[in-house]
């Protein structure tokens, strides 16, 4: 009896606390204007308290729900949740909502990555890359048409670039990938051999070196078969 008594009573301060510090997270932003709001969800999502962005981002939303800059932000918060599903419905909604972002098509394409659907995945990729061709957006189409066995596809999409934007050791990575992989031997050896040369490490853009290295090495044993 005693220990039920003592749970009831710790749970009843629980709950009272809970709903008092509920109460008072809302009086925090009941007097801020939206834009003050949004600085403090996007400080929030810097510190890695999604969750609690989220609850301030959908604050936003409910005023202002064709708001794709602020459902790109919920969809990113998701997205670092791994809940993948819940960040592509709000990139879709971010899309629907902005007019061509490079980086946001591109965010619609990793969640699609992340849920299985490659075909999407480099349909958004790809309208990301026309939108505003970059290194980045560049890379991103040619490894997503890697990942659904479509190199031939990609190294099209490679020679077409422009030079200003291919000509980048994070690019010729993964393009020597697309060449390895339907055993174009010597063209992955060469470009390897370029990328290594040339690269610099990046926290920002990380490369899995090693794993790189796997595909150069294995590829000149084939040549010298």
Not at 10 to 22: A, K, M, R
Not at 123 to 136: G, I, L, N, P
Not at 182 to 194: L, W
């Amino acid at each position: 009896m005693i220990l039920k008594k003592t749970f009831l009573q710790f749970f009843i301060i629980l709950f009272f606390f809970l709903n008092i510090g509920g109460k008072l997270y809302a009086q925090e932003t009941e007097n801020l204007s939206l834009q003050q709001i949004e600085k403090k969800a996007d400080r929030l999502e810097d510190d890695g308290k999604h969750l609690e962005a989220i609850q301030l981002y959908q604050k936003i939303i409910k005023q202002e729900n064709n708001n794709g800059s602020v459902y790109n932000k919920i969809g990113m918060c998701y997205f670092y949740l791994k809940d993948y599903e819940k960040a592509k419905d709000n990139f879709r909604l971010a899309v629907l909502y902005t007019q061509d972002d490079e980086v946001i098509l591109s965010n619609l394409s990793a969640a699609y990555n992340y849920t299985d659907d490659g075909d999407k995945a480099f349909h958004y990729a790809m309208k990301a890359y026309e939108v505003k061709k970059t290194s980045q957006t560049l890379i991103n189409v040619i490894a997503t048409a890697n990942n659904i066995d479509r190199q031939d596809e990609a190294i099209k999409i490679y020679e077409s670039a422009p030079s200003e934007i291919k000509d980048h050791p994070r690019v010729w990575f993964v393009i020597a990938r697309s060449n390895y992989e339907i055993g174009n031997y010597t063209e992955a050896v060469e470009i390897y051999t370029k990328a290594f040369e040339n690269h610099e490490p990046s926290k920002k853009f990380p490369v899995k070196i090693q794993e790189e290295k796997y595909y150069y090495y294995y590829s000149i044993t084939q040549l010298l078969k």
